[in-house]
């Protein structure tokens, strides 16, 4: 059974940093695809940065926050990171870790359907 477990949220200063983990267990890294997600108040769930692999590693990063995000793994770990730099008010949101058994499904399908998801943490950015 594949379980995502996230941490690393809080409350930061606009400007500042913070690098969220997600756990996983119950998966092979290099099988599956695994992103980092957000939703904003209100808003819909919103794909921030993927990593998978298609004959080698790729990563994938929303346009709004190239620059300013790092996603990696630490297989060793079974961790997924994802380095946040230049915090804004607007990032603030739930981020929501995901995994999918298909090789791009992180990248390409509507998050409703992909797979596995952690239960979140939470990011606060005061201004």
């Known amino acids: 059974r594949v379980q995502l477990v996230e941490s690393g949220g809080g409350s930061v200063q606009a400007g500042g940093s913070l690098r969220l983990s997600c756990a996983a267990s119950g998966l092979t890294y290099g099988t599956y695809c695994m992103g980092w997600f957000r939703q904003r108040l209100g808003k819909a769930r919103e794909r921030l940065a993927v990593?998978?692999?298609?004959?080698?590693?790729?990563?994938y990063y929303t346009d709004s926050m190239k620059g300013r995000v790092t996603i990696s793994q630490d297989n060793a770990k079974n961790t997924l990171y994802l380095q946040m730099n230049s915090l804004k008010p607007e990032d603030t949101a739930e981020y929501y870790c995901a995994a999918d058994p298909s090789f791009m499904g992180c990248l390409y399908n509507a998050p409703n359907d992909i797979r596995h998801w952690g239960q979140g943490t939470q990011v606060t950015v005061s201004s």
């Open positions: 990593t998978y692999d298609v004959g080698g590693s790729s990563t």
